[in-house]
């Protein structure tokens, strides 16, 4: 696996992401947080097989989640007009409750209603009717996912939001989108020459990536609903790294047009390219804060790849990392409050997270060729690439380091992860 620092200086097939992929991730649980809520989903009432279908995607979604601790609800029939036994769920170990029902309707559609219950209070916290068809049935499972886990933490879920990545198998590269579970993958573009760097609009429809398809770098940037792109940056040299600007409108790039690797902003439509920054040394990898008002970077201007932030108009670069000789990929969290990047830690590179407010620092990761972190949107989790068994692997890992997952295609290499924005 190439280093993540120097990896950005370094027969074409579109189609558009209605294109279904065979190649679904897989995931693992390798690690549950602590203190974690116990609930209990009873199968939803309807058509058994759909009912069914629907109720495990919801119970693996707050599983994977690692904030929950599901109860056993073999041998309940409920939905959610049945009034709960409050004492009875309790005595089973349950500080909540959801029940629901899946019914067809006369237009070959689907309703399904759920009800979520404190069992503590005795009462419904949160219910739910959502009108979908067979093929949204997943979807709809994770929307009431959303629903219980918000409801119960009070943080806004993540089981809606896609994942972007990089699937490399002999002789072809292919970005594909998925479902934050790794299912529904769907190819936005596949190349016999290498894909890298993925980032999402923040509106979710577009992503830019840097695609080698010219036999150089080049930044373009796909609509995502209809399947057309155009370049952002082609300019003599490497063009690399893409980061969209909070507003959608502009891209932090990399570029080699005027020697060495260098920042520059540019309009996502390819217009209007300015120089950020002159450095002595090699400027990579940007990133803007959520609030736009400074870029994140990697440098090498100080002897080492260390991590700097610097105005988003331009302006003094500010040293961010010290700890180390070699910290790289700056990603902020949506709150702006932590700093998630790799790090080489006795040889091994892992995936760190700084408290920006302490500058206290935690490695998160167990691995050792850990790149490419991405939080999720409500900052809870960070999805990164690694290497297992020389095969490349997404994983993901939370804030706090206690809940891991492992992401994986069977047969194939697994790179460039970039978790989507929130559906608006």
């Known amino acids: 696996m190439k280093k993540p620092f120097s990896r950005l200086i370094g027969g074409l097939l579109l189609a558009s992401v209605a294109t279904a992929s065979p190649a679904q991730l897989s995931i693992e649980i390798t690690g549950a ?110 929307r009431i996912a959303d ?118 902003l540019v309009n996502a439509d390819g217009s209007g390219v300015a120089r950020l920054a002159s450095s002595p040394g090699i400027d990579t990898e940007p990133q803007f804060s959520p609030d736009g008002e400074f870029i994140y970077f990697t440098s090498d201007r100080g002897g080492s790849p260390q991590i700097y932030r610097m105005p988003a108009a331009g302006g ?4 961010i990392t010290f700890d180390g000789s070699y910290n790289v990929t700056p990603r902020i969290s949506p709150d702006g409050k932590t700093l998630a990047f790799v790090t080489r830690d006795g040889g091994r590179f892992r995936v760190a997270a700084m408290d920006l407010a302490t500058r206290q620092v935690q490695i998160l990761t167990d691995t050792a060729k850990d790149e490419s972190p991405s939080f999720s949107p409500n900052g809870r989790m960070i999805l990164f690439a690694t290497e297992v068994g020389a095969r490349g692997v997404l994983a993901a890992v939370s804030v706090d380091g206690r809940v891991k997952q492992r992401l994986s295609v069977q047969a194939a290499d697994v790179r460039e992860p970039a978790w989507g924005p929130f559906s608006k």
Not at 44 to 55: C, D, H, I, P, S
Not at 147 to 157: M, P, S
Not at 229 to 256: E, I, Y
Not at 316 to 319: I, P, S, T, W
């Open 147 to 264: 629903t219980i886990y918000e409801k119960l933490t009070g943080e806004r879920g993540i089981f809606s939001t896609r994942i972007a990545y990089v699937v490399k198998s002999p002789g072809r590269y292919e970005l594909q989108i998925a479902d934050a579970d790794g299912n529904g993958a769907q190819s936005a573009l596949a190349s016999r020459e290498p894909i890298i760097s993925p980032a999402w609009s923040p509106d979710g429809g577009r992503l830019a990536y840097v695609s080698f398809e010219q036999k150089k770098p080049i930044i373009y940037v796909h609509d995502l609903a209809t399947g057309r792109r155009h370049v952002a940056a082609n300019f003599k040299g490497s063009n690399s790294a893409p980061a969209w600007s909070p507003d959608g409108r502009r891209l932090a790039v990399v570029l080699t047009k005027d020697g060495a690797s260098q920042l520059y």
């Open 316 to 319: 003094a670069a500010q040293r």
């Open 33 to 142: 947080g602590a203190q974690r809520l116990p609930v209990a989903i009873v199968d939803f009432a309807g058509e058994r097989v759909v009912a069914q279908a629907l109720t495990s995607v919801i119970r693996a979604d707050l599983e994977r989640s690692g904030r929950f601790n599901l109860v056993n609800t073999a041998g309940v029939a409920m939905d959610e007009n049945t009034a709960p036994n409050y004492l009875d769920w309790r005595s089973r170990g349950a500080d909540a409750l959801a029940a629901g029902s899946l019914s067809a309707t006369p237009d070959g559609r689907y309703e399904t209603r759920f009800r979520l219950y404190d069992t503590h209070r005795q009462s419904a916290i949160a219910g739910q009717a959502l009108a979908h068809t067979s093929n949204q049935l997943r979807a709809t499972a994770h």
